[in-house]
């Protein structure tokens, strides 16, 4: 089945410390997303790519860090930096040729700084 | 100031009545408005995309844009318990740009 995947479903991290967190899609879509969800903030973008090797900052990249060396990958790694990183991550992507292409999302992953 | 503003609720009906929901934005360049419903603990789902300003109908969904009034808006008929979610609006200024959301309606629909 097609779709985009976020993994793992939960993580704890400790202070300090770098984690990872990875987004695969296999819907050959070009574009990729980050974002940020907090209770009553909505969604808040992190980090974009609209093309392998290509990504660009949202608005609160600050502390996050991207890569997008294939179609189908789009990682995030939430560093040391960010000093409030307890939050429910989604990844989505699309197509964005036209009006209205549907952003797909990922189920999520729920990082927890102990 | 955001630009899309959109109440947190929680908005709490009982089953068979109509929820509506709006949210107002202060840029007048987003073009393209779409709504999302996301359930606790999940991704966004996308419910509903409008591009001119009117109405635009989708079984019980009918959603609307007000362009003149920076005012979109979504109606939900015979609200079913299974509607409770949070709903999501977002926009995109052109195809190709990222989409700025709103901060989410709670809506709980009381059997």
């Known amino acids: 089945d097609g779709g985009i995947t976020q993994s793992p479903k939960y993580l704890f991290r400790k202070e300090g410390q770098n984690v990872t967190l990875s987004c695969e899609q296999n819907?050959?879509?070009?574009?990729m997303y980050w974002y940020r969800q907090d209770p009553g903030q909505g969604l808040r973008l992190i980090y974009y790519s609209q093309i392998v090797n290509d990504f660009q900052k949202g608005d609160i990249a600050e502390g996050y860090s991207v890569s997008r060396e294939k179609k189908e990958s789009f990682p995030l790694t939430v560093t040391s930096a960010q000093k409030n990183p307890t939050a429910f991550y989604l990844c989505?992507?699309?197509?964005?040729?036209?009006?209205?292409?549907?952003?797909?999302f990922g189920q999520g992953t729920r990082l927890t700084v102990v | 100031q955001k630009e899309v503003e959109q109440d947190p609720g929680p908005l709490s009906v009982p089953e068979g009545a109509i929820v509506s929901l709006n949210c107002t934005y202060s840029?007048?360049?987003?073009?393209?408005f779409m709504w999302y419903r996301q359930y606790s603990r999940k991704g966004p789902e996308l419910l509903m995309y409008t591009y001119s300003s009117g109405n635009k109908e989708d079984g019980r969904f009918t959603a609307q844009v007000d362009k003149s009034s920076k005012y979109i808006s979504l109606f939900i008929r015979d609200s079913q318990p299974s509607d409770s979610a949070t709903y999501l609006c977002?926009?995109?200024?052109?195809?190709?740009?990222?989409?700025?959301f709103g901060g989410g309606t709670r809506v709980l629909v009381k059997p």
């Open positions: 977002a926009m995109i200024k052109a195809a190709g740009n990222k989409l700025t």
């Open positions: 989505a992507s699309s197509i964005f040729t036209g009006p209205g292409d549907e952003a797909f």
């Open positions: 840029n007048s360049a987003f073009q393209y």
């Open positions: 819907l050959n879509h070009d574009a």
